[in-house]
């Protein structure tokens, strides 16, 4: 739940009026930061080799790692020479929140497999 909170509040921060942009802010931070903690508590769940934890650990970390640089990487390109594109780039960023949503959501769903 707290994924479907980070695209549409990003959205709003980049392109509404101030005032909006606190509350978005303060819904973000409760709502949706909470995410990165949840992935690592949740982690263990998820692995069915509690001995591939550390592997695992690093594998999050380090896509985390990637994903904070193409966020500022492709972010400045969203923006234009110069750095106006507001717009675009929370409506960019609202579909990458809402496809990662989706993302995580498939996930959640159980997965049946046939055995012999």
Same mark, same amino acid.
């Given at each position: 739940?707290?994924?479907?909170?980070?695209? $549409?509040?990003?959205?709003?921060?980049?392109? @509404? $009026?101030?005032?909006?942009?606190?509350?978005? #802010?303060?819904?973000?931070?409760?709502?949706?930061?909470?995410?990165?903690?949840?992935?690592?508590?949740?982690?263990?769940?998820?692995?069915?080799?509690?001995?591939?934890?550390?592997?695992?650990?690093?594998?999050?970390?380090?896509? @985390?790692?990637?994903? @904070? !640089?193409? /966020?500022?990487?492709?972010? @400045?390109? =969203? =923006?234009? $020479?110069? !750095?106006?594109?507001?717009?675009?780039?929370?409506? #960019?960023?609202?579909?990458?929140?809402?496809? /990662?949503? #989706?993302?995580?959501? =498939?996930?959640?769903? $159980?997965?049946?497999?046939?055995?012999?």
């Amino acid at each position: 739940g707290a994924f479907a909170f980070v695209g $549409p509040c990003a959205f709003l921060m980049f392109t @509404q $009026p101030l005032e909006i942009v606190w509350v978005a #802010a303060i819904i973000m931070g409760i709502f949706g930061l909470g995410c990165s903690g949840l992935l690592i508590v949740g982690l263990i769940k998820v692995l069915k080799r509690p001995s591939l934890l550390p592997i695992a650990l690093g594998v999050l970390t380090t896509v @985390q790692g990637i994903g @904070q !640089f193409l /966020g500022t990487f492709v972010f @400045q390109m =969203l =923006l234009g $020479p110069e !750095f106006a594109n507001y717009s675009n780039a929370g409506i #960019a960023i609202l579909a990458i929140g809402i496809i /990662g949503t #989706a993302c995580f959501a =498939l996930c959640k769903l $159980p997965i049946t497999t046939k055995t012999k």
